[in-house]
């Protein structure tokens, strides 16, 4: 496979080793973030334009960029020819305002929503929840990111300048046919494993060069991608913290030496630069995803911080209300707890503010993680690790399969990979009103049904 991949991309000499794009900074205007969902034209390759989608662009989004205590409001114009929705992915809003399946968006109309900021610094994300649609838009390049500051995240010494030494990284993957032209789809397998790519994209951009300062830099790291998880490292076997996790900053940096990365989810990571020589690779497995070449310049941050946040202190667990889901079946019959979505109906219906514990198991029953760009793609047939997402919430893992969950997943979450035959334990909590999805964020399982509904009232 990646020699078929390489060779087309000799073939088709291809915009490689293009500088990383930085998706820019969106800029209020008169107190309002706007984003207009508009159809782009986008070359991956030199020489074979797509119809893409983006938000104020051809593909991909502008960062949103706020401070806990704002109150935030945004516009976003739909000029396509079709429904769209935009999820605040990570946020805790009300369900009117969360962006779920019921807060469709007609062509040629404006969906206006405005909400405090409420949460710790953290990366979060937006993209478009249609029901049966959230796969195709995401893929053709509907994305952007979401980043909360607050106090902490700016009295921390860590590298702050967005774009310079503080990187946001939207990575995906998407299929491209012999002539170069993207595919969505067009496999029995794809209904299976969700749409896995056979090129990696980072930012938009295939093969991507980045400069990194002689020093840390500061990598937020999004799996963008609609079904692929990432496993992620550098080609040298170098070190690197994990100082966030999707809804904060991890209590202090873990050192890892690779980073498991679901669809949806997100990490930050510090990587000391100073001993950079010559080029390193950022890889999923022996697929090459970014080349970083040293630059001649010292970075302003030169240590890791050793504190980040504050001790993570749980309440007791023993006494509060427990909730089952079990994601099963595969391809077309894809359900949570035996029920496929519906929009009609609601599954769970929950209490505000009122803590209470979700069991998830994943009873596909054999262990299936070969997943990695350069592995084979084609083992993972039927156990496919679910990643279970929760809108609405920042909850806490409180345990795998009864062990304690990995000291770098201990953080906020809002996303969590389970394995086949795993069931995870999660904390969670709904500070805000109104209903919310559940489900699978391997996109075209989402879109199979493999999504539930509740509400949250007092
Ligand atoms: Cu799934």
Redesign the pocket.
Known sequence: MKILVLLFLCLFKMSFGEILPIPPLLEEKDGVFNLKVIEGEYEFFDGTEESTLGYNGNILGQTIRVKKGDMVEIHVNNSLKEDTTVHWHGLRVIGIMDGGPHQVIKPGTTWKVRFPIEQEAATLWYHPHLLHKTGIQVYKGLAGLFIIDDERSDSLNLPKNYGVDDIPLIIQDKRFDSQMKLEYLTRNEDIIN?MLGNVGIINGVVDPTFKPQLGVTRFRILNGANARTFNLAFSDNRSFYQIATDGGFLEKPIRRKSLLLAPGERAEILVDFKSLNEKVELRDGDYSLLTLIPKDEESKVEKVPKMLNQKVKLPDTSKMKKRYFV?QGSGRT?NINGKQMDMDRIDEYVKLNEPEIWVVTNASHHMGRDMMMGGGMSSMMGN?P??FHIHNTQFRILNRNGRPPYKWERGYKDTVLVDPGETVELLVEFRHAGLFMYH?H?LE?EDMG?MGQFNVSK
């Open positions: 969700g994601m894809v496919i679910h990643p699978c391997i399982h493999m």
